[in-house]
């Protein structure tokens, strides 16, 4: 079974078994942040090579889970309104569901937002500078373009010549698998240098992949004067903060959160660690963002949010909304904080 249709299994066991019932009110804590990147109309025909899709959902489906969460008793908070209701006696609220968005893709303009409007729900979007200025490699869309246009693609990592077919969809897969694995297990300089090599010979523009994905300074500026918005740093360079040396990281810390605030006129008080499981974002990492300032910031561990996190803002659990499980009954599942705590071993945090 692969890992994708174990994780899927396991949801279902837990949907359908009654088990989230029962522990739902116990296990859902204090609410949820959801972590988004895309929001597309559906355009990916079936079996296509798609392996970005995962980052995507649609319109209709963010519409879906809006409702979906409501109907369970959910309120729909900003950031910076689900942090000050921890200090709150957990008795007097409901649980609470926040939406972020990751990266600033100009579709959370164009198609976010009008549901999130539309629902009168508030949310953030996390912005890179380097990525809104086209000078970020987004490598993995990057590799998904050439492997999607090459019958073959050769590429050199460390010295050694790798060589993959690529002509039928398994094949795109298989080298997708090893190279993406590889790039993300590269140091950050070296993995940008791999994609950069690898675009020259296979004629990719990543800048202007990169400037036409993402939201322009106009863009943000304009979503950010919407009243249910708020705008966080995602660093400057999307790098996995967790493999900078201590001075680069402060730096990627420090110089988004005030590049952001001097670009929109406005404070910025959240953060995003990129990639954000355990080996982007670790405790070294929690203590630079708040000696960089940031009230919060979110990972991508998985879990929801309980009272203990009021003492461990700075690594906060997020419910990852993924194309690959567009259902809402495994997000239904995810905030009873059932599969959370088998995942943390049954503690409450994972912060270590
Ligand atoms: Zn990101």
């Known amino acids: 079974m692969t890992s994708v249709a ?10 359908f078994s009654g088990l989230t019932h029962i522990l739902r009110k116990s296990l859902r804590g204090r609410g949820t942040i959801f972590c988004l990147h895309h929001v597309v109309p559906p355009h990916i025909k079936r079996g296509e090579f798609s392996p970005n899709a995962k980052l995507e959902i649609s319109p209709e489906f963010l519409g879906e889970i809006i409702r979906l969460v409501r109907k369970r008793g959910y309120e729909t908070l900003s950031l910076s309104d689900a942090i000050a209701r921890l200090d709150e006696p957990e008795s007097s609220h409901k649980p609470f569901a926040v939406f972020t968005l990751d990266d600033g893709y100009k579709d959370n303009l164009t198609h976010a937002q009008s549901v999130f409007n539309t629902l009168n729900c508030p949310f953030t979007v996390f912005v890179a500078p ?13 590799l998904e373009k050439i492997i ?15 060589s993959y077919k690529t002509q039928s969809i398994a094949e795109k897969n298989k080298a997708w698998d090893i190279l993406s694995s590889a790039l993300e297990a590269a140091p950050e300089l ?85 990639y954000g499981q355990e080996c982007a974002a670790g405790p070294r990492d929690f203590g630079l963002a708040a000696k960089a300032g940031y009230v919060s910031s ?55």
């Open 190 to 274: 070296a993995q940008r240098q791999i994609i950069r090599d690898l675009a020259k010979r296979y004629n990719i523009d990543l800048q202007a992949m990169c400037l036409d994905t993402a939201m322009t300074w106009d863009e943000i500026r304009r979503l950010s004067k919407n009243p249910l918005c708020s705008i966080g740093a995602h660093t400057m360079n999307h790098y996995a903060i967790s493999k900078l040396a201590v001075e680069d990281a402060d730096v990627e810390l420090v110089n988004s959160r005030v590049t952001i605030a001097e670009k929109l006129e406005q404070s910025v008080e959240h953060f995003a660690f990129p």
């Open 298 to 352: 979110v990972t991508t561990r998985k879990g929801v949010i309980y009272d203990a996190h009021k003492n461990h803002l700075q690594a906060l659990p997020r419910v990852m909304i993924s194309g690959r499980y567009s259902k809402l009954r495994y997000l239904d599942a995810m905030i009873s904080g059932v599969p959370g705590i088998i995942i943390n071993k049954f503690k409450l945090t994972n912060v270590t």
């Open 130 to 142: 380097g990525i809104v200025e086209g000078s970020v490699e987004l490598w993995w869309r990057g």
């Open 6 to 15: 174990l994780i899927k299994s396991g949801l279902n066991a837990a949907y």
């Open 148 to 162: 999607a246009e090459n019958i073959s693609i050769y590429v050199e990592i460390e010295g050694f010549t790798h």
